[in-house]
C-alpha cells in the first residue's frame, strides 16, 4: 500500500474506532488494514494505536499523526478539486458557495494559495 493509501486507512481507523469498522468502510478486509496500520508504525517508529478488547485508542502521537495527516487528504483533495475547476471554469462559482463557514473559508484560500503559486511557476518558465 502507497503512503497516501496508508495515511488514508489510519484516518479511516482512527474515525471509525476500529480496523473493522474502517474496513468496511474502505471496502478492504480488515487483515489488510490492520497490516497497513502495522507498516505505517513500523516507517514512522511510532506507536500510532493502543489496542485493546474494547477497541483503539490514538496514542499522543497519533493522535497528532491523525491531525496533521487529515488536513493533508483535505489538502491534496482540495488540490485535486482545484485543477478539475481551473480547467473547466467552475472555480469562482465554487468559491460563492464556500463563503460563509470558516472552515471552507481557509480552503477558499488554499486554493488562491495554489493558483497564485501555479501562475507564478508559469510565469517563471517563460522568462
Given at each position: 500500500?502507497g ?25 478492504l478486509g480488515?487483515?489488510a ?10 516507517r ?5 494505536l ?8 490514538p ?14 487528504i483535505e489538502?491534496?483533495d ?9 480547467s473547466t471554469g467552475t ?6 458557495q ?12 488554499s ?6 503559486s501555479?501562475?507564478r511557476g ?6
Open positions: 500500500m503512503r497516501m493509501a496508508a495515511m488514508e486507512t489510519y484516518v479511516s481507523v482512527v474515525e471509525a474506532g476500529s480496523f473493522s469498522a474502517a474496513a468496511k468502510r474502505l471496502k480488515q487483515p488494514v490492520s497490516k497497513s496500520i502495522t507498516q505505517l508504525e513500523e514512522l517508529g511510532v506507536r500510532l493502543l489496542r485493546s478488547t474494547r477497541g483503539l485508542t496514542t499522543d502521537a497519533g493522535q497528532r499523526f491523525y491531525e496533521h495527516v487529515r488536513r493533508a489538502e491534496v482540495l488540490a485535486e478539486h482545484v485543477a478539475r475547476d481551473v472555480l469562482q462559482r465554487a468559491s460563492r464556500c463563503r460563509g463557514d470558516l472552515r471552507n473559508r481557509r480552503q477558499v484560500l486554493v488562491y494559495r495554489l493558483i497564485a501555479t501562475s508559469r510565469a517563471m518558465q517563460g522568462l
